[in-house]
Structures are given as C-alpha cells and as structure tokens.
C-alpha cells in the first residue's frame, strides 16, 4: 500500500507541474508532465484496486 501512496504523490505533484509548465508555455514539459501523470496515476490506482479487491 506503502507504493501506491508514493504513487499517487507523485501524481499530484506532476499535475502540478503541468500547471506550472502551462503558465510559462513550455509545452515540451507539458507534455512530459501530463504523460507522467497519466502513467503513474494509472499505476496508483490499479495498485489500490489490486490492493482491495486482489
């Protein structure tokens, strides 16, 4: 469970960074941001329902 906590810290902060990089118009960064978003988001969510329902 220790994971999928870790993983979804990492989630906020990367939508957070995807704001950041929005406002200063770096799409690159956008883009890399937002991905890693979705990836770990996936990962942190499937971690908990495998945790619950596994």
Same mark, same amino acid.
């Given at each position: 469970?220790?994971?999928?906590?870790?993983?979804?810290?990492?989630?906020?902060?990367?939508?957070?960074? &995807? $704001?950041?990089?929005?406002?200063?118009?770096?799409?690159? @960064?956008?883009? /890399?941001?937002?991905?890693?978003?979705? &990836? $770990?988001?996936?990962?942190?969510?499937?971690?908990?329902? @495998?945790?619950? /329902?596994?």
């Amino acid at each position: 469970m220790f994971t999928a906590i870790l993983l979804l810290i990492v989630t906020i902060l990367c939508i957070f960074a &995807v $704001f950041r990089e929005l406002k200063t118009k770096n799409f690159f @960064a956008v883009a /890399f941001a937002g991905l890693s978003a979705l &990836v $770990f988001g996936w990962f942190s969510i499937m971690t908990i329902y @495998a945790n619950l /329902f596994g």
